[in-house]
């Protein structure tokens, strides 16, 4: 049977970079259990309220839900368990130096199948502050707005 190739994503944490000014961004591997790797083939998972954290050299993903797989058996995964991430010693040291800082935390941004291997995507990240949320819209409405007057001036000149 042939793996998959390419990428396909289970689910994104949208608000993420709402509320977080991104700064780098690693892909992980995770330790799963079949139950688990099955409920995330079926599109089933939420990164609400997920995180991530470094813990004696190794690095852990909390609160990340994927639901029990409704086929499984009395030995079913536990929805919001730690996961453990597998990274390269070199990328644990520089996320633990950089969260170690202040201000910056690591937040879990996609889950996703690569080559039929389950990732996630987790970014080292600083938390924006509430007048840095309004500018940020302001600035998308900004662009729509022009975007939309220069293609209304496009078309006229048609």
């Known amino acids: 049977m042939p793996k998959d190739k390419g990428e396909k994503v289970v689910a994104t944490n949208r608000r993420a970079r709402h509320d977080y000014l991104i700064d780098d961004t690693y892909e992980a591997g995770m330790v799963l259990t079949g139950t688990e790797v099955k409920a995330l083939r079926q599109g089933r998972a939420s990164l609400v309220d997920g995180y991530a954290f470094v813990d004696g050299g190794e690095v852990w993903l909390d609160a990340v839900h994927i639901p029990e797989y409704f086929q499984g058996t009395w030995n079913n995964h536990a929805p919001r368990r730690k996961r453990k991430l597998l990274l390269h010693k070199d990328q644990i040291v520089k996320i633990s130096h950089k969260t170690k800082e202040g ?47 220069m293609s209304a001036r496009r078309n006229l000149g048609d």
């Open 103 to 149: 201000g910056f935390t690591l937040v879990p941004m996609k889950i996703y199948f690569s080559d039929g291997r389950a990732k996630v995507e987790i970014a080292v990240a600083k938390g924006k502050r509430e007048y840095d949320k309004r500018q940020t819209l302001r600035e998308r409405t900004d662009k729509r707005e022009a975007d939309r007057a």
